[in-house]
């Protein structure tokens, strides 16, 4: 794959926009321009995200449409309610694997 020199006008202009957000919004940086450490904090203060793992993989587009159209059906059930597609993936991992944990093994072994 070939490279692509970088257009420094393109930069700049970027660069600028950026400047002009954070000025309008510097609540979005956090104090003396440390968005990050306020982000941290926040984060190890909040109970429910204390004891969580960020998890990363792949899904196929159609399981993703599929969970993302189960989020639009649960907010609407739900009104005033935003539901993630993280929420989904939570919220049906849990059903699935609680199922799976409270119906007994009744699958027979056979016999090699």
Known sequence: M????????????????LDALVRDHPELVGPGG?????????LEGDEAMADTEQV???LPKP???KLDAYAERMAKDQPGM???RTDVVRILLTRAL???E???NTAKRSRL
Do not use: E, H, M, S
Request: proline share 5%; no cysteine.
């Open 2 to 17: 070939g490279r692509r020199p970088v257009d420094l006008a393109r930069v700049r202009t970027a660069r600028a926009r």
């Open 34 to 42: 440390d968005g990050v450490q306020g982000w941290v904090t926040t």
């Open 56 to 58: 990363a993989f792949r």
């Open 63 to 65: 399981l993703i449409k």
């Open 82 to 84: 935003n539901v993630t």
């Open 98 to 100: 609680d199922a799976k």
């Open 102 to 104: 409270a119906k007994p």
